[in-house]
């Protein structure tokens, strides 16, 4: 089964700094989910990304497949306080019958100090 | 444009009593998965349904849990015996398509999720 791994686990910057977020997985990515989630509450999407090399941004935050297909990053330039929860990837299960049954990591929690 | 609802937002139950928790997908979504998220554990899928139908439910435990999504009505994820381990959070997700969601660039949004504290 696949699995994906993310670094670093937790992350405390202080706001204006940039930082990046990684997602490894150990066979090849079919497509990523980025999603944000606050303590308690709902995952907000960001980003979902399917070919390689390919880069999104949205405001402040970019995220981008490599070429081989088994890495995500996600970039946040800048950072503000309001980007501070957990950052979750969720990848598409290679194989399967629908690409909304996803493998998620382990979430990286940000902390963003004012 | 109302997301994913779920509902309840939270949950109690003592242990032995049934638990239910509703999700009524996106307007126009006609395909939500069930996913929990225990604590100190990441984000599993446990089921995939349409409209009437279960797709795939590999993720479901073999007992005491079930899941509908009925012609009219919400999706349902039923938890019936609930034990102390079964405290989680509960998200529902919802899209339009399913195999077609890699060519058209689907999303796949998330509820708010049920948090199901056993007593």
């Known amino acids: 089964s696949q699995e994906l791994e993310q670094s670093p686990q937790s992350l405390i910057v202080q706001e204006g700094k940039n930082l990046t977020i990684n997602c490894t997985s150990s066979?090849?990515?079919?497509?990523l989910y980025w999603y944000k989630q606050k303590y308690g509450e709902g995952l907000i999407f960001l980003m979902m990304?399917?070919?390689?090399?390919e880069e999104k941004s949205h405001e402040k935050i970019t995220a981008k497949l490599d070429e081989k297909k088994q890495q995500s990053s996600l970039h946040i330039t800048a950072s503000q306080p309001s980007h501070a929860g957990i950052y979750l990837c969720?990848?598409?299960?290679?194989?399967?019958?629908?690409?909304?049954?996803?493998?998620f990591g382990q979430g990286t929690i940000l902390t963003v100090h004012p | 444009n109302a997301g994913v609802m779920q509902n309840p937002r939270h949950l109690v139950r003592r242990r032995g009593q049934e638990a239910r928790l509703r999700c009524s997908p996106m307007?126009?979504?006609?395909?939500v998965y069930w996913y929990r998220q225990l604590p100190e554990e990441g984000l599993k899928f446990m089921v995939y349904?349409?409209?009437?139908?279960?797709?795939?439910e590999s993720g479901m435990p073999k007992e005491r849990f079930s899941a509908e999504f009925p012609k009219e009505g919400p999706s349902i994820l039923r938890i019936q015996q609930v034990v102390r381990g079964d405290s989680a959070a509960y998200f529902c997700?919802?899209?339009?398509?399913?195999?077609?969601?890699?060519?058209?660039?689907?999303?796949?949004?998330f509820g708010s999720g049920t948090q199901l504290s056993v007593l």
């Open positions: 997700a919802s899209s339009r398509t399913s195999t077609g969601g890699l060519a058209t660039n689907e999303k796949l949004f």
């Open positions: 066979k090849t990515l079919y497509g």
């Open positions: 990304l399917q070919k390689g090399g």
């Open positions: 969720g990848a598409i299960n290679a194989g399967g019958t629908s690409y909304g049954k996803l493998t």
């Open positions: 307007k126009g979504h006609s395909h």
């Open positions: 349904l349409q409209k009437e139908n279960i797709i795939d």
